[in-house]
């Protein structure tokens, strides 16, 4: 094993670790840095409805800097919105969504970023909502440069893997020893959570795991034993818990996803994720069980209106900004002031916005926006429940 796969592998196990105790984020975030290359990095979330943004975890972020960013600065990062719609896990640099000559004329540059000397940023989305997304970013400085495709290829070998930690972290909240504790916070979700044995035997149900075993369309208990209704799926899950209960070798660190099929055009997923290794062996030994598994529906959301115009239009990042901010605060100076850019940078981009959406007056771009919107826009993810 090499010194880079050797890196590798302690970094994802530590990576499923935090999963279970947040408190090793950081670390883990330091390690990311080390290992992506980059001298800071955290996860945020950000909505560009409300334009608010709310920090989780962070490693080597200027306490300064990170409190003028949450108060004053988040609304003006030119990433956004643009980098809220992209696919969860597909890293992007600052060059991907915005032109750096472009991004370096913003107030948000001269005045957030030059100071800090940060040359450039790797980010990708962990998941997202209709408006909001949660993010992990790697920061770089202007001794490190721009971001090169040896760092996207190394942040593309961990993706996966904060990915699945950050869900798990958040369907089953900070780990804690007491089963009162747990049972809080796993009894409130809509997802079925199951912790089981090594056999499939069910240790723990939250609500909706025990209405699913009640409903008996998906799941099902056969003398307390967790089992499939579909027989082509029952045996892959039967097989997939088996695997998970002698641990991760046989199924994998970052566990085993199996189709659970549903009834008409519904579709089901189950997640099963061993509970074997550092943290999760803590807290596997504390509930008698050897995995835990998840049951999803799988779903399609409703698209953000500014998601489906920028598809639709092939709007440019620039030219989705400015289509906001006419929509938010309307009129070329107070967009100018709201995004930190010049007034003609803001007329070039309108002017490309009206060509390719064919109207003429920003009444025009409003009303084609609420028309977007539709009827039954809602909260539902658009990456997937």
Not at 15 to 26: H, S
Not at 184 to 207: E, H, Q, S
Not at 354 to 373: D, M, P
């Amino acid at each position: 094993m090499t010194a880079q796969e050797s890196s590798l592998s302690q970094l994802i196990g530590d990576i499923y670790d935090a999963a279970l105790a947040p408190a090793l984020w950081p670390r883990v975030l330091e390690q990311s840095c080390a290992f992506v290359g980059g001298y800071a990095a955290n996860i945020l979330w950000h909505d560009v409805a409300t334009e608010r943004s709310a920090l989780f975890h962070e490693f080597n972020i200027d306490p300064h800097y990170r409190r003028l960013y949450l108060e004053k600065y988040a609304p003006m990062n030119p990433l956004f919105p643009a980098s809220t719609f992209l696919e969860p896990g597909l890293p992007y640099s600052i060059g991907d969504i915005v032109p750096m000559a472009e991004f370096v004329e913003t107030d948000f540059y001269k005045e957030w970023v030059a100071p800090q000397g940060i040359a450039d940023s790797l980010g990708t989305n962990l998941e997202r909502t209709l408006t909001s997304s949660a993010l992990f970013v790697v920061l770089r400085n202007v001794q490190q440069g721009l971001v090169d495709d040896e760092m996207r290829r190394r942040m593309l070998l961990i993706v996966p893997h904060v990915r699945r930690a950050a869900a798990i972290g958040q369907l089953i909240g900070e780990y804690t020893s007491k089963m009162e504790a747990l049972a809080d916070t796993l009894g409130k979700l809509a997802a079925g959570v199951f912790m089981v044995d090594g056999n499939g035997r069910i240790g723990y149900a939250n609500a909706a795991g025990h209405a699913m075993l009640d409903q008996r369309q998906v799941v099902r208990a056969r003398q307390s034993t967790l089992a499939a209704v579909d027989p082509d799926a029952e045996s892959e899950l039967r097989d997939a818990i088996a695997a998970a209960g002698r641990g991760e070798a046989d199924v994998g660190i970052r566990g085993v996803a199996v189709p659970l099929g549903g009834a008409q055009q519904e579709r089901w997923l189950a997640h099963v994720l061993p509970l074997a290794s550092g943290t999760r062996r803590e807290a596997a030994t504390s509930y008698s069980v050897a995995t835990a598994v998840f049951v999803r529906k799988i779903t399609l959301a409703l698209q953000s209106p500014l998601e489906v115009l920028a598809k639709l239009y092939r709007l440019t990042a620039s030219e989705l900004r400015v289509l906001q901010a006419v929509v938010d605060v309307g009129g070329v100076p107070a967009i100018a002031r709201a995004l930190g850019i010049s007034q003609a940078t803001v007329k070039t981009h309108l002017r490309q916005v009206f060509q390719k959406t064919g109207t003429n007056r920003q009444s025009e771009l409003v009303k084609l926006v609420a028309g977007a919107a539709g009827p039954f826009t809602n909260g539902t993810s658009a990456a997937g429940s």
